[in-house]
């Protein structure tokens, strides 16, 4: 693409690289400001540098937001807060940096990197001087996870509504895989909506090249997981659009998968051994356009998921699951393309 598409800079007439932006004169413009801020943290310092130089457009650019801008923190599940900030609100997401810094900025990257269209917006990095952990400030959407918006607003959804979430999730993971990575946490508690049909990808703290496959980390929400990644700890793009379908599922029925059983070693086998959730069967055997037409008639008499009825033990959070190693686990060979 030819740079001359955007124009030239008012001020320097140099090519602008992109809508409304000079590379050189907002080079100068962040270098000036270098010395008025820091995270306290050479590396951390370094990479919001490094983007700010780097960005082509106003959207790219990340800065260092000092704690003391934030009012009215409140506390979400998973350790985000939300923060608002003239009329904005943004969530606030810590990594566990003290452990995992190069993990921290990877998700940022990668954050960025889908940024937008695919991913929810990232404005910066804070750090919380109480609790000494940097975090990431993301935008906030309005909905919550898709989960949640599924728990509110799910007999508002028409049909429509309910492909068109699933369209853009889709689109997301599509491009994810596309630059050949895999998400490897795909699930309803980490996708995010701004509106009842605008579906976000994020959480990309997981998020690997698809050559990288570490077997002795194996982290996930167990209905979502394929039987492969279970078993033998594999991930694949494959397992990827394994937990894609559990998301189809979700989004149709409103019931998240396996929600009335714990999420235990006996679950992990039958999910190996081939079991799916009732319902998936259900879609399976026709085509969907059937099924919208029939579901209208019965819906009549539906009865929408309600999280009081969870099981204790159905865990919808990433966790380590470290009882996958075992032999009586090990030992089933079942995978996605079966
Ligand atoms: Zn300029």
């Known amino acids: 693409m030819k740079s001359s598409e955007y124009g030239k800079c008012e001020d320097c007439q140099q090519d602008n690289i992109g809508p409304q932006w000079c590379n050189t004169c907002n080079s100068k413009r962040f270098q000036s400001e270098f010395n008025e801020w820091t995270s306290e943290d050479a590396e951390i310092d370094e990479f919001i540098q490094k983007t700010q130089l780097t960005a082509t457009k106003y959207e790219e650019v990340i800065e260092w937001i000092p704690f003391n801008r934030f009012n009215n923190i409140k506390y979400l599940d998973k350790g985000g807060k939300i923060w608002k900030r003239s009329q904005q609100d943004v969530c606030l997401k810590s990594l566990n940096t003290s452990t995992n810094k190069d993990g921290f900025l990877q998700e940022i990257k990668y954050q960025l990197k889908f940024r ?11 750090k919380n001087p109480t609790e000494n952990e940097y975090m990431m400030v993301m935008h906030y959407a309005i909905y919550g996870s898709l989960r949640k918006m599924l728990n509110s607003s799910f007999e508002k959804l028409t049909w429509h509504n309910k492909m068109k979430n699933l369209f853009y999730i889709a689109l997301g993971l599509a491009k994810i895989h596309e630059t050949g990575l895999m998400h490897k946490d795909f699930h309803s508690g980490n996708i995010v909506n701004e509106t009842k049909t605008s579906s976000y990808i994020t959480d990309f703290g997981l998020c690997k090249p698809v050559a990288e496959n570490d077997l002795e980390k194996i982290y996930g929400v167990i209905p979502y997981m394929a039987p492969e990644t279970l ?3 594999e991930y694949t793009q494959a397992s990827d659009i394994y937990s894609f379908g559990m998301i ?5 029925t409103s019931y998240p998968p396996y929600y009335n059983i714990p999420h235990n070693e006996e679950l992990v086998i039958s999910i190996c051994n081939g079991q799916k959730s009732h319902l998936i069967k259900y879609f399976n055997n026709s085509e969907i356009k059937k099924q919208i037409e029939k579901a209208n008639e019965l ?14 033990q159905a865990i919808y959070t990433s966790r380590h699951l470290p009882f996958l190693k075992s032999k009586k686990i090990e030992t089933i060979e079942h995978d996605t393309k079966q």
């Open 248 to 252: 189809m599922y979700e989004v149709f």
């Open 116 to 126: 937008g269209i695919w991913a929810i917006s990232i404005y910066g990095i804070t």
């Open 231 to 233: 078993n033998r700890g």
């Open 299 to 312: 819906n009549k008499n539906f009865i929408q998921y309600n999280p009081k009825i969870t099981h204790p």
